[in-house]
């Protein structure tokens, strides 16, 4: 029935055990009361599972507050509702991966909620000419929040505007005079990246310098048909789509402002608020707890949450992958238990795919995979020799991979056991043992 796709069973009921905790007795007697009153166990379950039962139990608790527990619940639903009706229109006006549906509705419903989180992922869309990438990011930004649509991007852009912003045909940041932008994007994506500009200031005495101080943290959504640079592109949640050959979407007219649903959903969305749901920064403390083994499940902490947590452990995303994924599992950890298990799965999949491209494409990764397969342990080995079989292993004649860049390479990732200087030059022992045991991160 409606209620049960909407409301989680218990979920009220658990929200009043917590917040009085010293009354857990009387609100256990009262829900055993009130049970009795019904046979049939989906109307109970409207009590147990819904917000009646947090108005009924006042009939036996009068100085109960549960408008509270009553808000957080209205904001869940909401959520779902606005996900739901959000991948109604991303099928109504786009041919994508069916993953894709998911993953693109919780990112935009966090546009407007990511100042609550730490950080905040970029979404980047991938394609060649024709497969509709433009249109996608139109309707991304147009359901986000204070969304804007531009075909370039400069410095006074990202730090003077605030919302979400989407950039298309955004191949130029690689290009020479964008490295200011670049770095700037490159910390845009973590919260309490700030960027200092002087301006001037006038006085009684005159004219003065002060300094202006921007923060650039904020949702940004980007499209391109070349890809990305390796550094922004380890910022992003890389998403490749296809040209479509379903005619009942390529000719449907992009009437996005018209559209009655996409209004709603966003008059919806522009009413939540995650800290009303989730508080994110008391999640992301209790998983330091909870994976340094410091977590007590004994005085606030319930069991949904502990499961929410070994979710996210056995799903095996580390480092700045699962910095990318917390704030996607936490909304849709809000929304329903199978929203939450279907972003784990394609987040694991988009993780493990981008593993492999570093990979391949890392040359440092390479050359840590080619001294992990070298058999002669502790024995000098002259650099001539070193970058000579390491070319043959990439089956690479670049000229700018020499003697020089490998020497400064295992100096950098410290897998230089011995050295030595000679007449004809250096001889060094590699470090096999820890290359072994550092290309395992990577596979």
């Known amino acids: 029935m409606e209620s049960k796709r909407y409301i989680p069973q218990q979920n009220l009921y658990e929200g009043l055990i917590k917040k009085y905790p010293t009354c857990k007795k009387e609100i256990e007697e009262a829900k055993e009361k009130i049970s009795n009153e019904f046979n049939n166990s989906e109307t109970a379950y409207d009590f147990f599972g819904g917000r009646k039962f947090v108005d009924k139990i006042k009939d036996f608790i009068p100085f109960i507050d ?8 209205g904001m869940k639903i909401k959520l779902q ?108 994506y973590k919260r309490g990246s700030k960027v200092k500009r002087m301006r001037k200031k006038k006085t009684e005495d005159g004219e003065e310098q002060v300094v202006e ?35 009942m979407i390529t000719r449907t007219m992009e009437l996005f402002d018209d559209d009655d649903e996409i209004n709603y959903i966003r008059d919806s969305l522009s009413k939540c ?6 508080v994110a920064r008391n999640i992301y403390m209790e998983w330091n707890r909870f994976i340094n083994n410091n977590y007590i499940t004994t005085q606030t902490h319930n069991y949904i949450k502990l499961q929410l947590l070994e979710k996210i452990k056995q799903s095996n995303i580390n480092g700045r992958h699962l910095e990318l994924a917390m704030p996607l599992f936490l909304i849709a950890e809000n929304i329903d238990a199978e929203v939450l298990d279907t972003t784990i799965k394609t987040l694991c999949e988009i993780t493990e795919s981008k593993k492999e491209d570093d990979f391949a494409d890392n040359h440092d990764v390479s050359l840590i995979d080619f001294i992990s397969q070298e058999i002669q342990t502790n024995q000098f080995r002259t650099m001539k020799e070193i970058t000579h079989k390491f070319k043959e292993f990439l089956g690479d004649s670049e ?32 470090d096999i043992i820890k290359a072994q045991q550092r290309i395992l991160m990577f596979k």
């Open 273 to 278: 608020s995650l800290c009303n749901v989730v």
């Open 81 to 188: 509702e606005s996900y739901n009706k959000i991948i109604v229109v991303l099928k109504r006006y786009c041919d994508l991966k069916e993953e894709y549906y998911n993953l693109i509705a919780l990112w935009i419903i966090g546009t407007y909620l990511h100042k609550e989180f730490p950080s905040y992922p970029f979404l980047f869309l991938n394609a060649m000419k024709g497969s509709g990438k433009t249109r996608l990011l139109k309707l991304i930004t147009v359901l986000s929040k204070d969304g804007d649509l531009l075909s370039s991007l400069s410095e006074a852009v990202l730090f003077r505007t605030t919302g979400t912003l989407g950039i298309d045909e955004f191949e130029g940041i690689t290009r020479k005079g964008g490295e200011n932008l670049r770095e700037l994007l490159n910390a845009a």
């Open 213 to 247: 101080e921007f923060d650039v943290y904020r949702a940004i959504c980007m499209a391109n048909i070349w890809g990305m640079e390796s550094v922004l592109g380890d910022r992003c949640l890389t998403l490749i789509l296809e040209k479509s050959n379903n005619y």
């Open 66 to 73: 549960t408008k509270p527990i009553k808000d957080i619940e």
């Open 399 to 430: 000229e700018w991979i020499n003697e020089k860049w490998v020497g400064r390479a295992l100096k950098r990732l410290a897998l230089i056991l011995k050295k030595k200087r000679i007449t004809r030059g250096i001889l060094i022992v590699p």
